[in-house]
């Protein structure tokens, strides 16, 4: 899920294929159906908690971590808490909570969610991956995530599909095997005392000679053996050879063996001629005194003051080491992770993305990467989600900056001149649009100048003036969601360059070489790398000779003064000026602006004329694209 939202943007349509009528179900399961979300653990205590590839998740924590699962979920309105061991949970302990938190927040970034569409294949031909699912076939998807997740819980929809597929398209799957799972015991007294939890206890477990464990914390009996987070944790591992492997379970862990006999002393001492197993009443679950007295050999009938020294030190040591012995794990399909899956080595563990094949990643379990309880699985999984999605969302950010034309792959320009209110911008934007490519308005930077010179009380615009001003003058362009906002050293002056004094003054500036140099060179970079339309006086002629595609918009001066008029009465900004001094006005703009020395307003040889006089917005916008539609017929 976290995958998909990251991936979704501006240059991505994403969709996210998930077998199960509902997305993120085996959520339920987690932390008792609390939901633990993640741990505030730092870095280096997630990488102790990480048995297997810990360093494959460097900077997936990096780029997106524990506060940061935090903050996406309370910002979609669920409460979390901390709880002991540094657990985090939903306020309202309720998983599904979480589910509609990320579900929401997957929503929001328009993510195509399919529901109960079970995804059969994936192959790739050329650049384009092909997705089968049971009841179709998808085609032309750029890139392929896969999170399936590993095969515990098959109810959950993890049943390894994933893996299959990672085998299809060339990976290397680690055998899969339970990890975080109930453990059977050879001993079947736990049957007995199944259900019952212990806290604060020790657990120490033992393959052959050597400790592999040895953990404070929680534990549960069961009808067949332990479970609980101690168990699962301690389960992965002795996940390779969980037979034979030795539990020993410490009821206090807190005092060493000779405080606790005294304390064993104590009570035995005040509970004189009494039954030994109502003696101990205090030091256990009542439920385990006869087990604990069986384990130390006592028999529990026997009264206080008849109980050997011998007999005291063996109650001593049972209570500090109830020995069990590990018959095998529980049925896979139980077990909480999986671990196992598809080899670190083969996936970048910056992007996710797959060293064998360009643009297929992974993200979560179906990874081989395996953490202990607490909240760190479901971690690791939304780091690795993020970097794919993150991944993905700018591998395409970085073309949409890089744009090319898709079918010949090469960069191109398209150059609307033409004499003021003619239409251009008007038609350059819905070009801009239409072939998805960025629109650059080449006059709001003479304007900016201009602003700038009024700004110094400037008036005749000369360039004995205008030029020693140029060296401190820093014209700019930034896109704010995807519109050209002109920045005048330092500052964003989009709002202020449309009035009449500056539309003056920018013709006038925009008659000296220095400042058409100036800017030239600006605009000329800003096409370097990118596709764009620009507007102005001269793209065609003299910014972009080479544009692939040129026009010249016009109309008659009369209709182009009514189209200003109106606009400034419509922003309120006439000051007082008549429909006839707004023709004069522009009637000398175009005279200044076709006159002038240095590249004056004309039409490029190559241009194609597109008279507006008489055309809507829709018909000029249009009439550009069918030119262009044409040309590449
Ligand atoms: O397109 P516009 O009205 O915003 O342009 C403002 C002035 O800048 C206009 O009078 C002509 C001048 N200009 C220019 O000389 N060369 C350009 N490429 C763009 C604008």
């Known amino acids: 899920m976290l995958a998909a939202a990251f991936a979704a943007g501006e240059n991505t349509v994403v969709v996210l294929f998930d077998r199960n009528e509902k997305a993120g179900k085996k959520l339920y399961l987690t932390g008792k159906g609390r939901c633990n979300?993640?741990?505030?653990?730092?870095?280096?205590?997630?990488?102790?908690?990480?048995?297997?590839?810990?360093?494959?998740?460097?900077?997936?924590?990096?780029?997106?971590?524990?506060?940061?699962?935090?903050?996406?979920?309370?910002?979609?309105?669920?409460?979390?808490?901390?709880?002991?061991?540094?657990?985090?949970?939903?306020?309202?302990?309720?998983?599904?909570?979480?589910?509609?938190?990320?579900?929401?927040?997957?929503?929001?970034?328009g993510v195509d969610i399919r529901l109960n569409t079970r995804v059969k294949e994936v192959s790739k031909d050329g650049d384009v991956f092909t997705v089968k699912t049971e009841g179709g076939h998808y085609d032309r998807f750029d890139c392929v995530v896969i999170a399936t997740g590993g095969v515990s819980y098959p109810s959950t929809g993890s049943t390894g599909d994933g893996y299959g597929i990672a085998r299809s398209l060339g990976h290397t799957v680690v055998s899969p095997l339970p990890s975080l799972i109930s453990l059977v015991t050879e001993?079947?007294?736990?049957?007995?005392?199944?259900?019952?939890?212990?806290?604060?206890?020790?657990?120490?477990?033992?393959?052959?000679?050597?400790?592999?464990?040895?953990?404070?914390?929680?534990?549960?009996?069961?009808?067949?053996?332990?479970?609980?987070?101690?168990?699962?944790?301690?389960?992965?591992?002795?996940?390779?050879?969980?037979?034979?492997?030795?539990?020993?379970?410490?009821?206090?862990?807190?005092?060493?063996?000779?405080?606790?006999?005294s304390r064993v002393l104590r009570d035995l001492e005040g509970n004189k001629h009494k039954q030994i197993k109502n003696a101990i009443a205090g030091l256990l679950p009542s439920r385990m005194i006869p087990i604990v007295l069986g384990i130390a050999g006592v028999d529990p009938e026997k009264t206080t003051d008849s109980l050997l020294k011998s007999e005291r030190k063996q109650l001593v040591s049972a209570l500090k080491s109830i020995p069990l012995t590990v018959k095998m794990a529980s049925d896979i399909s139980e077990a909480i992770i999986t671990r196992g899956g598809v080899?670190?080595?083969?996936?970048?563990?910056?992007?996710?993305?797959?060293?064998?094949?360009?643009?297929?990643?992974?993200?979560?379990?179906?990874?081989?990467?395996?953490?202990?309880?607490?909240?760190?699985?479901?971690?690791?999984?939304?780091?690795?989600?993020?970097?794919?999605?993150?991944?993905?969302?700018?591998?395409?950010?970085?073309?949409?900056?890089?744009?090319?034309?898709?079918?010949?792959?090469?960069?191109?320009?398209?150059?609307?001149?033409?004499?003021?209110?003619?239409?251009?911008?008007?038609?350059?934007?819905?070009?801009?649009?239409?072939?998805?490519?960025?629109?650059?308005?080449?006059?709001?930077m003479y304007r900016a100048v201009a602003l700038k010179a009024i700004r110094m009380g400037i008036t005749e615009f000369t360039s004995?003036?205008?030029?020693?001003?140029?060296?401190?003058?820093?014209?700019?362009?930034?896109?704010?969601?995807?519109?050209?906002?002109?920045?005048?050293?330092?500052?964003?002056?989009?709002?202020?360059?449309?009035?009449?004094?500056?539309?003056?003054?920018?013709?006038?500036?925009?008659?000296?070489?220095?400042?058409?140099?100036?800017?030239?060179?600006?605009?000329?970079?800003?096409?370097?790398?990118?596709?764009?339309?620009?507007?102005?006086?001269?793209?065609?002629?003299?910014?972009?000779?080479?544009?692939?595609?040129?026009?010249?918009?016009t109309a008659a001066v009369e209709e182009r003064a009514r189209r200003r008029y109106l606009e400034l009465e419509q922003k309120g900004q006439l000051n007082g000026i008549t429909m006839e001094q707004m023709l004069k006005e522009t009637i000398e703009r175009d005279e200044r602006d076709s006159t002038r020395a240095f590249v004056p307003l004309k039409q490029a040889e190559d241009a194609i004329l597109i008279d507006t006089t008489h055309l809507s917005i829709e018909e000029a916008i249009a009439s550009v694209i069918g030119y262009i539609e044409g040309k590449d017929k």
């Open 37 to 109: 979300i993640t741990n505030i653990a730092d870095k280096q205590e997630f990488m102790r908690n990480i048995p297997r590839n810990p360093r494959f998740m460097f900077s997936a924590f990096d780029g997106f971590f524990n506060n940061d699962i935090i903050a996406l979920i309370e910002d979609q309105g669920v409460k979390t808490k901390v709880e002991r061991g540094g657990r985090v949970f939903p306020q309202s302990d309720k998983s599904s909570d979480v589910i509609k938190a990320l579900s929401s927040f997957v929503k929001k970034r």
């Open 464 to 553: 004995e003036e205008i030029e020693p001003m140029l060296p401190d003058t820093d014209v700019a362009i930034s896109f704010v969601n995807g519109e050209q906002h002109v920045m005048l050293d330092g500052e964003d002056v989009n709002g202020l360059i449309r009035t009449q004094e500056v539309s003056n003054g920018a013709s006038k500036v925009s008659a000296i070489p220095a400042v058409r140099l100036k800017l030239v060179e600006l605009q000329r970079k800003l096409a370097e790398n990118t596709s764009v339309v620009m507007d102005g006086r001269d793209i065609g002629s003299y910014v972009l000779p080479n544009a692939r595609y040129k026009f010249y918009v």
């Open 343 to 444: 080899k670190t080595s083969e996936i970048d563990p910056k992007t996710m993305e797959s060293k064998l094949v360009e643009g297929l990643y992974f993200a979560g379990e179906v990874i081989d990467v395996d953490a202990y309880t607490g909240g760190f699985n479901l971690q690791v999984a939304y780091s690795t989600g993020a970097a794919a999605g993150r991944a993905i969302a700018q591998k395409y950010s970085k073309e949409q900056n890089k744009m090319c034309d898709v079918r010949t792959n090469e960069i191109f320009a398209v150059a609307i001149d033409g004499p003021a209110s003619a239409g251009k911008s008007t038609a350059a934007k819905g070009v801009s649009k239409k072939l998805g490519i960025i629109y650059i308005d080449t006059g709001a």
């Open 187 to 261: 001993e079947n007294w736990p049957c007995e005392l199944a259900g019952l939890t212990l806290k604060n206890v020790k657990l120490t477990a033992k393959v052959g000679k050597k400790v592999v464990y040895n953990e404070l914390g929680e534990m549960l009996f069961t009808h067949t053996g332990v479970s609980g987070p101690l168990v699962l944790s301690a389960s992965s591992r002795i996940a390779d050879a969980p037979e034979g492997a030795r539990l020993f379970i410490d009821m206090k862990p807190a005092l060493d063996e000779q405080t606790l006999e």
